[in-house]
């Protein structure tokens, strides 16, 4: 394989990554053997997330992939994390000088990069895999960030709730919603981004405590119908929260790589992952988590994990629409 093919096989793998609204926020540059990382601010979502948390989160779980599809390779992949004062889109550099085999576990979690679905909806009531959530701790603990989960029925609730207002409060701001629109396209669409109405219910499923998902639908009634193999009544899973100690650019795109760690690694466990990141676009609910749940540490991601047979499909912009390969590398940055 020569550097470039390298590049294309790893970029085919890293758009696989998980974004918010599916906005795929990022620009590969391939130069030699080293690829660039950068957020396409052009995806930011302006109103939803000013600072770019989210996007960076996003292009965390496509540098995990992409270092992922190394270790595939069996590369050791070498990674310069930002910050770059220079370059404020620059989010890491992945070079691969060095070989060593790798692991079933890392084929394993490869193996899941493009069966891997955000799951939408409610879980069967039956328990997680043993030794799941230790072995999820641990791919958090990682990248420096902790998956605290919240078990106490008290806590577990007043994270619902917070979900819940901030839904609430999403759907009656009209620059929230139109936002949303954007990235949710009709069935039928030929669009490769955003959220696909095959990508969530139709309806609803509620469970206890309730954590609502996003109105993607906005009112048209599109989405999947229900599975008529779903048992009721749904569960909510295992919620949890992904938190850093520290809230920069770097601990957010540390984050984005424990992220994907974590949905890859309950995914070779059979285990499907919901993320209800509605209350943390809302810098008072965000704050009330962080100081009533996470121990004063910045949440960056909620999720709940649980069992479900998921049917929800996702789309992806080709590798050659992301990937610039060949010229010096400042032609392509898109910062200019
Ligand atoms: C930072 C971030 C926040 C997200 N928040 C939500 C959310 O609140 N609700 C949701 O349904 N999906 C959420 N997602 C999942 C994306 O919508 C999903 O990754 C994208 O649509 C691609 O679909 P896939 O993960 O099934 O491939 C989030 C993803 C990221 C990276």
Sequence with gaps: MTAEETARYVVTAAVWAPSVHNTQPWRFTAVRQQISLHADAARQLRVADPDGREM??????????????????????????????????????????????????????????????????????????????????????????????????????????????????????????????RWAPAPGSPRTDGVPPDSYPARAEHTDPDFPGRDFAHGHGWGLPPLSTARWPRSAGVAALLTTARDRPADWINAGQALQRILLTAATSGAATALNTQPLEFGRLRESIRTGLSDGAYPQMVLRFGAVIQAAASVRRPPDDVLSTGGSEDDSTGEG
Excluded: K, N
Excluded at 74 to 101: C, H, I, K, M
Excluded at 154 to 176: M, S
């Design 56 to 181: 960076l989160i996003s292009c965390g779980a496509a540098l995990f992939t992409a270092r992922l599809a190394l270790r595939s390779l069996g590369f050791v992949p070498e990674t310069d994390v930002l910050p770059d004062p220079g370059q404020p889109l620059l989010v890491a550099r992945v070079s691969w000088p060095r070989r060593a085999a790798s692991t079933e576990f890392e084929q394993a979690l490869f193996g899941q990069v493009r069966q891997r679905r955000t799951h939408r909806g409610g879980f069967d009531p039956v328990p997680l895999p043993p030794g799941l959530l230790a072995a999820l701790r641990e791919s958090a603990a990682r990248y420096g960030a902790m998956l605290r989960i919240v078990a106490d029925d008290g806590r577990r609730a007043a994270l619902a709730a917070a979900v819940e207002e901030a839904e609430r409060t999403q759907r009656l701001d009209g620059e929230r919603t139109r936002e949303l629109a």
